[in-house]
């Protein structure tokens, strides 16, 4: 096949070839040499590439016409192994191929939910378009892929590879050594990570510097504290080295910082360098809050923050037979089952809290026995309502002391004691809140104009409450990143996104979409009794208005109030209790307001 569309420069070869003969200057030879040569191979590389492109590719029926609704997303088959999978979806009449799973964790996005152009994932709140692939929300950096579809006497055809991917990187431009801007960001987590994505894939192309005390490239966090016993850092990294070489960012490992001086606008390292910069983003995260109890500093006394704290722990839970879990929120429950349902009765596991129980704070009193209930016959023991006294042993822990007398031994001490914003470095550079965190505007913004902050440390205008806050959760930070970028290019774009949080214990997730600041009511669809298997959905509100909902397996509820909060379409917290509201509602609400919800990731890049 090459050969045969290789005639096309055979007469260009010719040409020159009989020119040359009668030209036999040496200088015109050598001139007509390197053209004959230059065109050969021109054409030769050009067919060559598209013989390539052709063969990678096959044509796949996928399904009738007739048989889509608009609206309607179907996963299918392409292939003979069980990964040869896309996503075929209908919006607005015409016809979109995607992959069909979520660049995260692989989830089938057939199971989530399709609003206008945008498919939620059902796991963790990822949302793509199925028109560009772009990635618009959640815990990711790719996109999906998409691919050529056509419709042909009444039957859809989809151009595939060979190897269907799960995830593609969105276009990025690379460094050019003449655009002299320098953009430095403080932090390598989700919110600057996602951050120096959206810079590249926004067309900057001027130097970024990433400053971090992480020994180790951009991981993702969440794993530690889900997955103690079989994580290897390879496998969670974000990106690997060769990505950030390719687009000439330089990531600044193990390096701390000791102070910003905005009018040099300076960046002074602990080693004293000082690194200037054009724009600066604070995404400096938090760090684990250590009681200030006595014993906090003996052996086997552990926080989780970083890849570095997670060796020591998995070692001395390994050898441990009593293993004590200070705090119920959500790196407390993580550790503590994850230890449990690895070592089964090898290890005695113990939460204490001063709440009343697991997860009081976030999902309130009522899910949180429920968690705790489903725990207790699965192993694991708890001492709520009381505070940790002291920690005890000579060297090395050996028990625990509680606010009420009560003694329990310990080999291993893992503190979810909660979290500090790091932003002490920032005495004076910028308005901070009370809590530590960094005051911005809906862009992000501080108060110096070439500042920004992302993640743990921002405090912002939640438009959907009208009040300030600041969350601490890994796909906020993300969200934040992608567009503090934006804007330290001046694009305007505000934090308008609904908050999303997930945790991971035994073997189901639960989800928690929206942030209830204050609620009066919290009100349960669903049996909590049956703690063999935990199915409900809980609503929080305040003077009747939904600011929250929590679930666990009921399907993508999380996402369809995700998209009902952002057209602000919530029904009252009492039209749903009574049932004059149903879910089946709620999704035609959102349907209604179409176009609402069309992706904006891919205009957001190529806003100038």
Known sequence: NLFKSSKAFIPQAYQSATYLRRNPKPVLKLALTSTLFTTTFYYFNKELKKTTLSEALKEVEVGNVADFNDGVMKQVQVGP??????????????????????????APLEKGVLFDDKVFCPWHDAAFSVKTGYAEQGPVLDGIPTYEITEKDGKLIVKVPKVVSKGEKMPMVKRDPNDKRKFVIIGSGPAGMSAVESLRQSGYTGEIVVITKDNELPYDRTMLSKNIFHNDISKILLRDKAHYDEYGITMMTGTGVDSVNPDEKTVQLQSKEKIKYDKLLIATGSRARAPNVKGADLKNVHTLRNYSDLNPIKEAAQNAKNVVVIGSSFIGMEVATAIKNNLKENVNVVVVDPHKAPFGRAFGETVGNAVQELSK???????????????????SVS??????????????????????????????????????????????????????????????PYWYLGDRVRIEHYSEAFQQGMVAGFNMLDKKVPVDNIPFFWTRIWDFGIQYIGFAKDCDDIWVDGDLKNTDELKFIAYYSKNDKIQAVCCTGRGPVAMVFDAAMKLNVLPKASEIKSGKVTLEDIKKRIRDKKGGLNCKRKDCCQKK
């Not at 040869?84 to 607005?92: A, E, H, P, T, W």
């Not at 694991?380 to 940790?388: A, I, R, S, V, Y």
């Open 81 to 106: 192994n069980k990964e040869d999978v896309i996503l075929v979806s209908k919006v607005d009449g015409k016809f979109y191929a995607t992959g069909a799973n979520c660049s995260h964790f692989g």
């Open 399 to 460: 028990h625990v002391e509680l606010s009420d007398g009560t003694k329990i031994p310990a080999d291993l001490v893992v503190l979810g004691t909660g979290a500090v914003p790091n932003t002490d470095f920032l005495k004076n550079v910028v308005k901070t809140e009370s809590d530590g965190g960094i005051t911005t505007d809906a862009f992000l913004k501080t108060s110096n104009s070439d500042i920004f902050a992302a993640g743990d440390v921002a405090s912002y």
């Open 377 to 395: 016959k699965r192993g694991l023991n708890f001492e709520m309502n009381k505070t940790l006294k002291s920690i005890e042993g000579n060297g």
